[in-house]
């Protein structure tokens, strides 16, 4: 029977423990795993570590329950930027695209409550993509002078998730719209572009509000 | 000195360690430590953390490169980390200067007899 290693069986709790970008978090993990390694040959002193050496390397590392806190904050707080950045980016273009096809559209009659729809719908999009803006800025260069909000996460999921709402209601509007309008062909191409959009929004959102209810420490 | 101490201070410990140059996140442990005289204990989890958020603020960079037989994320200052540290020094030093004097004030000058 082998014996399990208890530098692995450490990093495997702590990634149990953690959620947000996939990407960052292997990161963070390969080099909790990387500090690990080294701090077990420092306490073997040269030569091979052995269990004792790595059981004590991850005692000097802390327990999942007081270090995780910690590394979720910090994966909490990218994994809203990456939601920030998504609204911020992603919206202003789908904003435009609405805008234009009002205007092409305009002409042939775009239905009336359609165009009174997309406006208010647009309306809610840019204020979502300008408090997405915000909270890039708030969790940027921004934060070395100002503390980050403890909140800031869960209020940029509720941004992206209201931003999501509003695409899939713009994406259900130029569906329908393209339906009944002779244009239909630029109303259901843009309604294909509203819909990807809203996908890549809406799971990114969903990421980010369950990381946002996790528990979390500030760093300093 | 335990990890209670060091609170609050982490960020400045972990920029001091890299003003000589890059090091991997162990050998930023090891300088700190080293520096101090063993007297300051990081504890090697939080420390991670920080230095995601050290990079995320633009006051560190790090690159993956090779270190012995292993490839390692190294860290170094980057122009905005330099000027926090200098920032850092500037108050550390006002906050001991304010604690010293009201800890170990100058003894007071006798009354002329």
Redesign the interface.
């Known amino acids: 029977m082998t014996v399990p290693d208890p530098i692995e069986e450490h990093v495997a709790a702590l990634a149990a423990a953690l959620h947000g970008p996939a990407r960052v978090k292997a990161r963070m993990l390969t080099e909790a795993r990387d500090a690990l390694t080294d701090a077990a040959a420092d306490i073997a002193d040269g030569g091979s570590p052995d269990g004792r050496a790595a059981r004590q390397a991850v005692d000097d590392f802390g327990s999942v329950e007081d270090i995780a806190p910690a590394f979720q904050c910090e994966l909490t707080i990218v994994q809203a930027r990456h939601t920030a950045r998504r609204v911020a980016l992603i919206v202003p273009f789908l904003a435009l695209t609405w805008y234009v096809l009002v205007i092409v559209d305009h002409g042939r009659g775009l239905p009336y409550p359609v165009e009174v729809l997309t406006a208010h719908v647009g309306g809610v999009a840019a204020a979502a993509a300008l408090l997405a803006a915000a909270s890039l800025a708030a969790t940027g260069a921004l934060a070395r002078r100002l503390p980050t909000p403890r909140r800031l996460p869960l209020m940029v999921a509720w941004t992206g998730t209201a931003a999501c709402a509003a695409v899939a209601i713009s994406a259900v509007t130029l569906t329908t719209a393209s339906a009944l309008a002779g244009n239909g062909l630029v109303s259901a191409g843009v309604g294909v572009l509203t819909i990807a959009s809203h996908v890549r929004i809406a799971a990114s959102a969903r990421s980010c509000r369950q990381c946002a209810r996790l528990p979390v420490v500030a760093h300093r | 000195m335990k990890g209670d101490a060091v609170?609050?201070h982490?960020?400045a410990l972990l920029l001091a360690a890299l003003e000589q140059g890059p090091l991997?996140?162990?050998a930023i442990?090891?300088a700190v430590q080293q520096r101090s005289g063993g007297a300051l204990e990081l504890?090697?989890?939080?420390?991670?953390?920080?230095l995601?958020?050290l990079e995320?603020?633009?006051?560190l960079r790090s690159d993956w490169q090779s270190v012995g037989e292993?490839r390692?994320?190294c860290y170094e200052l980057t122009d905005?980390g330099r000027r926090?540290l200098a920032e850092e020094r500037t108050a550390w030093r006002e906050l001991t200067a304010a604690i010293g004097a009201v800890l170990d004030p100058a003894p007071a000058p006798r009354p002329a007899t």
Not at chain 2, 56 to 59: A, H, K, Q, S
């Open positions: 609170r609050g982490l960020d991997h996140g162990y442990i090891t504890r090697t989890g939080t420390m991670y953390p920080a995601n958020r995320r603020l633009g006051l292993r390692r994320r905005a926090s």
